[in-house]
């Protein structure tokens, strides 16, 4: 049985810190959740980050004649399959400029006796699918299925794409339709794939239905019951994540470490920890868990601490993370950048900013590369704080050249929603220009926090400019983003701007269906 999980009190607290989990503990040969979505990841690369910057900087969606993309057609760049790839990337978030530069790439002498790799197809089908131009999408789809580069990655990724938009029922149909193209049917692991992706998007009762329909038709493996037990767990759902457990069980399958993890980190991470009684049932139940797991010989590992360690940090008690930290280390388990990542927020959050970079130092020492997320916790105490040096300092560490964990897009965002709020808005312009260049945004958040921004400062001209630019971006405002711009131009009495600023919506919203009147297929009613 293994030893209590440690509970809030000093010295006690510490021995039985000391005492948990106390069994060595071996990597556990869990098979792993199916990583077919995947797509190729940011890779080193300046001449993709120029032309990136390049096309970012200077496309013109209204002319295309006048956009850099004449240097790719007129084959006026040296473009390979990998390069292209790279390029794609780095617009994932500027969905039409990715879309013109596939048909420009599909055109260039580079690609005269061959097509533009399959990568590229799906990375733009990714970029479509966050901007919700499903129909365009699809079209894409048919020139990969044309040019023989459309595989069950393609469908993966925009079945996550419809899943994610809430349009479930397209995503099952576009599951459906990989056979057509493809020219096989899905086997298990890509079934596998469609329940995870449901599943990652709190849709559990449709994957559970789909499940239940075609199970005999793929053999059930214990892949299939952890993702839709993960399912559950995410909606909090504990007696339906039981329900699969036992059933998983009753069909001879046995749970891993993986199974039993997911089951922890559901009692840990939604569970309520104020008062302190709370926190205590919490830890009482995680401890019945780990015995169980105990009885069936299997040894909790790193993600288990990490989930615990979760706990006390949503709990904000340093005292308990830093002695499970301490004591994990003794038992010669390997913190990962999560492992560190939850004890840095927690020591942040409670106000202990010094113990928190100190911790960070030992970890980059240890040979763990920090990551966004990391950094991130600093932010979010800097922008409470109102730490405007200390946002900073840290901000221009993360892109200095050489840097090995440069800023993501939620540390952007958090960066721009505080010197809005703080009104400095060049610091914020700074920061959005540095943003476009390292094309890691915008996205629909930073444009709908900058907008919401200037429409709060009645910096009205300005407003218009970013909305109008998210558009040509392909990004959809979200409803009060119209209304608010909309209800502020009507109040400033410049309904003439909002009736040009209209114009130039639909303007561009028609342009952006002539480009594909030549494709002929009939689109999925949305």
């Given at each position: 049985?293994?030893?209590p999980?440690?509970?809030?009190?000093?010295?006690?607290?510490?021995?039985?810190?000391?005492?948990?989990?106390?069994?060595?503990?071996?990597?556990?040969?869990?098979?792993?959740?199916?990583?077919?979505?995947?797509?190729?990841?940011?890779?080193?690369?300046?001449?993709?980050?120029?032309?990136?910057?390049?096309?970012?900087?200077?496309?013109?969606?209204?002319?295309?004649?006048?956009?850099?993309?004449?240097?790719?057609?007129?084959?006026?760049?040296?473009?390979?399959?990998?390069?292209?790839?790279?390029i794609?990337?780095?617009?994932?978030?500027?969905?039409?400029?990715?879309?013109s530069l596939?048909?420009?790439?599909?055109?260039?002498?580079?690609?005269?006796?061959?097509?533009?790799?399959?990568?590229?197809?799906?990375?733009?089908?990714?970029?479509?699918?966050?901007?919700?131009?499903?129909?365009?999408?699809?079209?894409?789809?048919?020139?990969?299925?044309?040019d023989?580069?459309?595989?069950?990655?393609?469908?993966?990724?925009?079945?996550?794409?419809?899943?994610?938009?809430?349009?479930?029922?397209?995503?099952?149909?576009?599951?459906?339709?990989?056979?057509?193209?493809?020219?096989?049917?899905?086997?298990?692991?890509?079934?596998?794939?469609?329940?995870?992706?449901?599943?990652?998007?709190?849709?559990?009762?449709?994957?559970?239905?789909?499940?239940?329909?075609?199970?005999?038709?793929?053999?059930?493996?214990?892949?299939?019951?952890?993702?839709?037990?993960?399912?559950?767990?995410?909606?909090?759902?504990?007696?339906?994540?039981?329900?699969?457990?036992?059933?998983?069980?009753?069909?001879?399958?046995?749970?891993?470490?993986?199974?039993?993890?997911?089951?922890?980190?559901?009692?840990?991470?939604?569970?309520?920890?104020?008062?302190?009684?709370?926190?205590?049932?919490?830890?009482?139940?995680?401890?019945?868990?780990?015995?169980?797991?105990?009885?069936?010989?299997?040894?909790?590992d790193?993600t288990?601490?990490?989930?615990?360690?979760?706990?006390?940090?949503?709990?904000h008690?340093?005292?308990?993370?830093?002695?499970?930290?301490?004591?994990?280390?003794?038992?010669?388990?390997?913190?990962?950048?999560?492992?560190?990542?939850?004890?840095?927020?927690?020591?942040?959050?409670c106000?202990?900013?010094?113990?928190?970079?100190?911790?960070?130092?030992?970890?980059?020492?240890?040979?763990?590369?920090?990551?966004?997320?990391t950094?991130?916790?600093?932010?979010?105490?800097?922008?409470?704080?109102?730490?405007?040096?200390?946002?900073?300092?840290?901000?221009?560490?993360?892109?200095?050249?050489?840097?090995?964990?440069?800023?993501?897009?939620?540390?952007?965002?958090?960066?721009?929603?505080?010197?809005?709020?703080?009104d400095?808005?060049?610091?914020v312009?700074?920061?959005?220009?540095?943003?476009?260049?390292?094309?890691?945004?915008?996205?629909?958040d930073?444009?709908?926090?900058?907008?919401?921004?200037?429409?709060?400062?009645?910096?009205?001209?300005?407003?218009?400019?970013?909305?109008?630019?998210?558009?040509?971006?392909?990004?959809?405002?979200?409803?009060?983003?119209?209304?608010?711009?909309?209800?502020?131009?009507?109040?400033?009495?410049?309904?003439?701007?909002?009736?040009?600023?209209?114009?130039?919506?639909?303007e561009?919203?028609?342009?952006?269906?002539?480009?594909?009147k030549?494709?002929?297929?009939?689109?999925?009613?949305?």
């Open positions: 049985m293994p030893p999980l440690p509970a809030a009190g000093g010295s006690a607290a510490r021995a039985a810190a000391v005492r948990l989990l106390c069994t060595a503990t071996s990597p556990a040969d869990a098979a792993s959740l199916p990583h077919l979505l995947a797509l190729p990841p940011v890779a080193p690369s300046p001449a993709a980050d120029e032309l990136a910057r390049l096309l970012l900087a200077h496309h013109n969606p209204f002319h295309p004649a006048e956009s850099p993309l004449q240097l790719l057609s007129g084959g006026g760049v040296s473009l390979s399959g990998d390069l292209l790839v790279q794609l990337i780095r617009l994932r978030g500027a969905s039409k400029l990715a879309l596939l048909h420009a790439a599909r055109l260039h002498p580079c690609f005269a006796s061959t097509r533009p790799p399959a990568n590229a197809y799906d990375a733009v089908v990714d970029a479509l699918g966050r901007a919700r131009q499903f129909d365009a999408a699809w079209r894409v789809v048919v020139d990969a299925s044309a023989g580069a459309a595989s069950p990655r393609t469908f993966a990724v925009l079945a996550r794409r419809y899943v994610a938009a809430g349009m479930t029922r397209q995503a099952i149909r576009a599951f459906d339709d990989m056979e057509a193209f493809v020219g096989r049917k899905p086997d298990a692991g890509e079934f596998a794939t469609l329940l995870d992706t449901l599943c990652k998007y709190k849709y559990p009762k449709v994957a559970t239905e789909i499940f239940n329909k075609r199970k005999y038709k793929y053999e059930s493996n214990e892949k299939m019951y952890t993702i839709l037990i993960y399912g559950w767990c995410k909606v909090n759902r504990s007696d339906m994540a039981h329900k699969f457990l036992k059933d998983m069980i009753g069909h001879g399958i046995e749970p891993n470490i993986v199974t039993y993890n997911i089951l922890l980190n559901s009692i840990c991470r939604h569970a309520s920890l104020h008062p302190d009684n709370r926190f205590d049932k919490t830890v009482q139940a995680a401890e019945g868990l780990l015995k169980e797991m105990h009885d069936k010989r299997i040894e909790p790193v288990s601490y990490s989930i615990i360690l979760h706990v006390y940090s949503r709990a008690k340093p005292e308990l993370c830093l002695c499970m930290f301490h004591s994990m280390k003794e038992r010669g388990i390997c913190p990962t950048v999560a492992t560190y990542t939850s004890v840095i927020k927690c020591l942040a959050s106000g202990r900013l010094e113990d928190a970079e100190t911790l960070l130092d030992e970890m980059v020492a240890e040979g763990v590369c920090p990551s966004p997320a950094y991130n916790c600093f932010f979010k105490e800097y922008q409470g704080r109102k730490d405007v040096s200390g946002a900073l300092q840290l901000y221009n560490k993360m892109k200095a050249p050489g840097s090995p964990t440069a800023p993501d897009i939620h540390t952007y965002n958090i960066l721009l929603g505080m010197f809005i709020k703080l400095r808005y060049g610091t312009m700074e920061i959005w220009s540095n943003m476009c260049e390292s094309t890691v945004g915008p996205d629909l930073s444009y709908t926090l900058l907008i919401h921004g200037f429409c709060n400062s009645k910096k009205w001209r300005e407003a218009c400019q970013f909305f109008m630019e998210m558009i040509e971006k392909g990004f959809l405002p979200q409803k009060i983003t119209f209304e608010t711009l909309y209800r502020g131009l009507i109040q400033a009495d410049m309904l003439r701007t909002w009736r040009r600023l209209k114009r130039r919506v639909d561009e919203a028609a342009k952006f269906g002539d480009e594909f030549l494709y002929h297929i009939k689109p999925y009613k949305r």
